[in-house]
């Protein structure tokens, strides 16, 4: 096949693009899994919810998607520490959350999935803002707003929670967590609240991943099972718990989906996805940057 | 009971089923008899790999589509001689096809136990979720087992002596699902099931203790993956015609692992009585309602089912946990019964006929503000569901009230906590 150098590097450039939208979608996960150890396949759901939610607001009230999310973020944050508290107090506690958490997220998803179609229809919805549609030009490179947006967002979101994590005293302590539980319970602090808060945190990253994803693409209730093999497959790729690994992790599968759907077409775009997963969990579960 | 004996029980118990179907005289019973039996055999098949080693596969949908797909790429390879007079059977019996599909699967469960089962947990989950798109994705773009536009599998009307081919369907689903639960319920009882049990309970202190854990757990994952390869050998006769989104149907996932844990999961006899239970419901929601609402009611009722009777109705038969430790804490009592409102609405606004399976949710309603009230002391607070549960029988319910109804309770359940300590502390 003939790979025109021109191609090669639109492809290069939208997935760059594409995965710093990934990471977006992703760091919710790096912080409930990779550092909670909580399995929360629930998390796309939660994206889609906030696909919708965006998609309300923007409708109804004209507000910008992204202006929209930031403003519900707290109300997710809400939702994520009601669902850790069911969590915990059903399975954690009890030391069971190998299967029954599992299965508890699992149905989750179905019922979030499952709402939002008897509500809305599997109709594709989309939203409007102005920088929908346009694009800059540099040199050979076509960068798309609507792709350049959400990846200066989805940035800007992981800079500053890496921030949070590193710097501050509640982030210090959430990294804490991950390390060693007891220690943390002889310093007087509660493991529990604290994986609460860090939990509602992921959750409210949903709220803002949701409006990007509706501003790149038209979203419909079931899409969101596509990302739950990319946001492991990101997370696990990264390395657990480190959030520049999610970064990098989420730019090379950005740029190898792009390059597939360039080249091979988009219906090869999912294997590539999971395959990557697959060969990175048999080869180093530990990820490129593990802990 | 010997493993023969009960070999024999099942197999009177299948005839008669069969018996039974037959008398109905409506082919009606066997479509939807079929989807039953085939849930009995994927839930069963699920529970070997998940209840017995505790390793959760969300991708049985993989599994069940190859034994579909190899059906699919077998009836092409080597098509149906159609002369004038007669009809030439198929070149491949379906009995064939499901040894076949059998192996097929098993051989690609044996691969991904290689692949994935140095990964503890959750990393396995992921990793079968993985597989199940990856397969998807080959298949999508398979073109000669359809591709993305699916293939057609032409049912012969009838098949000598049974009479209607869907009877035939039935029976051989039948006989698979007999296969299912005797090697589930004799693995259960074998040395073999003792490893699986110690695997489960902690696979570090099985491998010091000498149980060859990576070997117990391929040959648990080739089993399960066999028999779900079996399930779904005879599929594209049943459906006629066979697309990747049908055979790859989040539909066997869910329902594979809600079964099992719905029924329990440390014995044969939960996902038999999980698939029985919740494939009945769902041939009736089936026929009542939308598929979408199906599938929501199977969602919560994992969710709930997981929260309230963590064991499944054997666990549940068995009192193993007491009701007051589930609502004692007031989040997992207000979320449980925000999101068992969802179903009861929807079914509301779907035909009169829906009505009855709104009676699941309403007792789960019951059930919690049952348990709250009396460890909070509002005991009258289970009034308030049951008022709203009449209420919902009536042909044209006031909604508004029903709503107010139950949003006191919630609120009236949240507003006091529980006098009683020791259910307040955590262990």
Redesign the interface.
């Known amino acids: 096949m003939y790979v025109s150098a021109d191609l090669l590097i639109n492809a290069l450039a939208a997935g760059l693009l594409l995965g710093g939208f990934y990471a977006a979608v992703t760091v919710g996960v790096s912080i409930s899994f990779g550092i909670l150890d909580i399995v929360n396949i629930a998390h796309p759901g939660f994206i889609i919810l906030g696909s919708y939610i965006a998609y309300i607001v923007n409708t109804r009230l004209g507000i910008d998607p992204i202006i929209a999310a930031v403003v519900l973020a707290p109300a997710f944050y809400a939702l994520g520490a009601l669902v850790y508290q069911v969590y915990y107090a059903s399975f954690e506690r009890y030391g069971q959350e190998s299967l029954r958490g599992l299965a508890f997220f699992f149905g989750l998803l179905f019922v979030t999935e499952v709402t939002l179609i008897l509500v809305f229809g599997v109709d594709y919805r989309y939203v409007d803002a102005p920088y929908i549609g346009p694009s800059i030009q540099i040199g050979l490179i076509d960068l798309p707003l609507r792709m350049l947006v959400p990846c200066l967002v989805a940035l800007a979101l992981i800079g500053a929670l890496q921030l949070f994590l590193s710097r501050s005293f509640l982030g210090r302590a959430i990294m804490a967590v991950a390390q060693d539980q007891l220690a943390l319970q002889l310093m007087a602090a509660s493991p529990t609240r604290i994986k609460r808060i860090a939990f509602a945190l992921s959750i409210a990253t949903t709220a803002i991943a949701g409006a990007l994803l509706i501003v790149i693409q038209p979203v419909e209730p079931s899409i969101g099972r596509e990302y739950i093999g990319r946001v492991f497959a990101i997370c696990v790729l990264g390395g657990l718990g480190s959030l520049p690994g999610t970064l990098i992790g989420a730019f090379l599968l950005g740029i190898v989906e792009s390059v597939t759907s360039t080249f091979y077409g988009p219906s090869w775009a999912p294997a590539v996805a999971f395959g990557f997963l697959l060969i990175t969990l048999a080869v180093r579960p530990a990820g490129l940057f593990g802990r | 009971m010997r493993t023969f004996t009960f070999a024999l029980i099942c197999v009177a118990v299948a005839a008669a089923t069969f018996v039974a179907a037959r008398l109905v005289g409506n082919d009606y019973v066997f479509f939807a008899g079929y989807v039953v039996l085939q849930y009995i055999v994927l839930a069963t098949a699920w529970n070997i790999l998940?209840g017995y080693t505790?390793y959760?596969n969300?991708g049985s949908a993989a599994f069940f589509a190859l034994g579909a797909y190899a059906t699919v790429f077998l009836h092409k390879a080597f098509p149906v001689v159609t002369t004038y007079f007669v009809d030439e059977p198929y070149a491949l019996p379906i009995p064939v096809l499901i040894v076949i599909g059998a192996v097929i699967s098993g051989i690609v469960g044996l691969g991904m136990g290689y692949?994935?089962l140095?990964?503890r947990?959750?990393?396995f989950?992921?990793?079968t979720?993985?597989?199940a798109?990856?397969l998807?994705?080959?298949i999508?773009?398979w073109s000669y087992v359809g591709g993305?536009r699916g293939a057609y599998v032409i049912r012969p009307n009838d098949i000598e002596p049974i009479g209607p081919y869907i009877q035939y369907l039935f029976l051989l689903m039948l006989a698979l699902a007999v296969l299912a639960l005797v090697v589930a319920r004799s693995i259960e009882r074998s040395r073999l099931g003792l490893g699986f049990a110690a695997i489960r309970d902690d696979e570090l202190a099985a491998e010091a203790s000498g149980v060859p854990t990576l070997k117990l757990k391929l040959i648990a994952t080739t089993i399960s993956g066999a028999l779900m390869g079996m399930a779904g050998a005879p599929f594209p006769y049943y459906i006629g015609y066979l697309q990747p989104t049908s055979a790859f149907a989040?539909d066997y996932a869910?329902n594979s692992?809600?079964m099992p844990?719905i029924g329990g999961?440390t014995s044969w006899i939960g996902p038999l009585i999980g698939a029985i239970l919740l494939g009945s419901l769902q041939q009736v929601a089936t026929v009542t309602i939308s598929s979408?609402?199906n599938?929501?009611i199977?969602?919560?009722?994992?969710?709930d089912c997981?929260?309230i009777a963590?064991t499944g109705i054997l666990g549940l038969l068995q009192g193993r946990r007491t009701a007051r430790d589930?609502v004692?804490?007031p989040?997992?009592f207000?979320?449980?019964f925000a999101?068992n409102v969802?179903p009861i609405y929807?079914l509301h606004q779907e035909a009169f006929a829906a009505r009855p399976l709104e009676i699941i949710f309403w007792a789960v309603l019951i059930f919690l503000a049952f348990a709250r009230g009396r460890l909070i002391g509002l005991r009258w607070l289970v009034g308030l569901p049951i008022a709203g549960a009449a209420l919902s029988m009536v042909p044209d319910p006031p909604r508004l009230i029903m709503a107010l109804v139950l949003a006191i309770c919630l609120v009236a359940g949240l507003v006091r906590r529980p006098r009683d300590p020791v259910a307040r502390s955590?262990?």
Do not use: C, E, K, Y
Request: charged share 5%.
């Open positions: 998940g505790g959760v969300f692949l994935t140095r990964l947990g959750a990393f989950a992921i990793a979720l993985a597989l798109v990856v998807q994705t080959f999508t773009n993305s989040l869910v692992i809600a844990m999961t979408s609402v599938l929501l199977v969602g919560l009722l994992i969710v997981v929260i963590p589930v004692a804490d989040a997992v207000s979320l449980l999101v969802i929807f955590t262990p």
